[in-house]
């Protein structure tokens, strides 16, 4: 590991195993629910290595993850949800970035986690959309997701919370997540490389942290497929809600 820290800066053993078990545990959460990775990856590596490297790790290491799990989306999703979404967030996701490289996102983290906390709390009450989300709304979460994507690598909530409110079997519930998460993969990368953040060190961490998150999102994704599916959604809305607490919890103490 002597060349990695070289180009990042001295890190411990013991830090890269909590940061190698982190990953795995983050590509299994992935690999279930089709969402959730970001957070756990981004909240441990802000600890070690700080939010500028923590980023776009996050959003390297699961490129290998996303190419696995995008022909489930590519049967199961409902087109006219997952594209406009992700159109919204390519647009989005520049300005997000420039948030993160010379502003402050914490006022921004706390009003996407307060909206995420209030969906989970109504879908657990049993809410869902009665018709398809309509174009203010695509709009409006999938900007919300491409910004909260590029200022802190953690744009899925809003994607989830719509794509849960949705009827339909947990396949499709889970292809649409997996089709919206797909385009926030995606949609950082460009923004990322023009503000000078897809360094050599963060790319050589992403690849040795890969094998982590692609085995936890295949052991994730083989669960889903034997015995996960009645427990797709509840586990789905446990980790919406954990995300938005922490999140808000960590915005409220950057406060």
Not at 12 to 39: D, K, N, T
Not at 56 to 65: D, E, F, H, K, M
Not at 73 to 89: C, D, I, K, M, W
Not at 90 to 112: E, R, Y
Request: charged share 10%; aromatic share 8%.
């Amino acid at each position: 590991m002597d060349g990695l820290e070289a180009l990042i800066g001295p890190v411990s053993a013991p830090a890269l195993v909590v940061v190698a078990g982190a990953v795995l545990a983050a590509g299994f959460v992935r690999g279930f629910v089709g969402f959730g990775a970001s957070l756990t990856i981004v909240m441990v590596l802000s600890v070690v290595f700080g939010p500028t490297i923590a980023v776009p790790v996050a959003n390297l290491t699961g490129l290998p993850s996303t190419v696995q799990l995008l022909p489930t989306a590519v049967r199961h999703a409902e087109r006219s949800f997952v594209v406009p979404f992700g159109l919204t967030t390519f647009v989005a996701a520049p300005f997000g970035t420039w948030v993160l490289v010379s502003l402050d996102p914490t006022l921004m983290k706390i009003a996407i986690s307060l909206f995420v906390l209030a969906v989970v709390a109504m879908l657990s009450r049993g809410w869902r959309l009665s018709a398809p989300p309509n174009t203010t709304m695509l709009v409006g979460s999938g900007t919300a997701s491409g910004l909260l994507q590029g200022a802190a690598g953690v744009g899925g909530p809003p994607a989830v919370a719509i794509a849960l409110s949705r009827p339909g079997t947990p396949e499709r519930q889970r292809a649409n997540v997996i089709g919206a998460v797909t385009s926030l993969a995606l949609c950082g990368l460009l923004p990322l490389w023009y503000h000078d953040l897809l360094t050599p060190g963060v790319v050589l961490l992403s690849i040795v942290l890969m094998p982590f998150y692609f085995g936890g999102s295949w052991l994730g994704a083989r669960f889903f497929s034997e015995r996960g599916r009645d427990h797709f959604r509840p586990a789905a809305l446990m980790i919406l809600a954990i995300i938005g607490m922490v999140t808000l919890g960590l915005a409220l103490h950057d406060l």
